[in-house]
């Protein structure tokens, strides 16, 4: 902001005022209505132009902050499931020792090769792995949290989170609604009379809960 403020007002202060230039210099209806103004134009040298284009970055940026943080909050689903496949890869894992090209993990993993670089550039963009050099990704301290040979690990708490729990955020709008646990509503039982019943739910619980409890 301070550099665009500099850039838009530099040729600007020694003037007494935007719109009588404006006026004089140049055709102001032209430019107005057709949006077309020459970078050399005295309008644009003298900084009226400019200090157009600064209000209507800050206009912008203005009303479109909440725009934006809601489409943030909204994609943020897909974060979340990209960072539940990473978990169920091992992708953390496999790069516990160094870096690796998409290939190679796409081997490692049985996965195919393009879909898995999308997915890492997807997790890149929010700091959940690094691209070094092309199709190279490493870990990050973020992403070095999903391997389970970590020793701060959560990989079983994120793969408890993307199994029963993420199923029952289909069933919010019921648990606003009726006022009963949308566990309750996704699996017809308690969260505790249903681990009873799936072994290897309980454990992935018991580990999950583990790693939590050292946060």
Same mark, same amino acid.
């Given at each position: 902001y301070q550099?665009?403020?500099?850039?838009?007002?530099?040729g600007f202060r020694s003037q007494k005022g935007i719109f009588p230039k404006i006026k004089k210099r140049a055709?102001?209806?032209?430019?107005i209505a057709k949006g077309i103004v020459a970078p050399n134009s005295p309008i644009w040298q003298n900084g009226s132009m400019r200090y157009v284009l600064l209000?209507?970055?800050c206009?912008?940026?203005?009303?479109?902050?909440g725009r934006e943080k809601l489409l943030d909050v909204v994609a943020?689903?897909?974060? $979340?499931?990209g960072v539940y496949t990473a978990a169920k890869l091992d992708l953390s894992g496999y790069l516990l020792n160094g870096s690796k090209s998409v290939e190679h993990l796409a081997s490692l993993t049985n996965s195919d090769e393009d879909n898995l670089y999308r997915l890492l550039r997807m997790l890149a963009s929010v700091g959940i792995f690094e691209e070094g050099p092309p199709h190279n990704f490493s870990n990050t301290s973020a992403s070095a949290l999903l391997a389970a040979k970590h020793p701060e690990s959560l990989r079983s708490l994120v793969l408890f989170y993307s199994s029963e729990i993420s199923q029952c955020f289909d069933k919010l709008d019921k648990c606003v609604r009726k006022g009963k646990? $949308?566990?309750?509503l996704t699996f017809q039982k308690p969260i505790f009379?249903?681990?009873?019943?799936?072994?290897?739910?309980?454990?992935?619980?018991?580990?999950?809960?583990?790693?939590k409890s050292q946060l």
């Open positions: 550099f665009l403020n500099h850039w838009c007002t530099s055709n102001t209806k032209v430019a209000c209507l970055f206009f912008s940026s203005l009303f479109g902050a943020g689903q897909w974060i $979340a499931e646990p $949308a566990f309750d009379e249903y681990l009873r019943d799936h072994t290897s739910s309980a454990k992935l619980f018991n580990v999950a809960m583990t790693e």
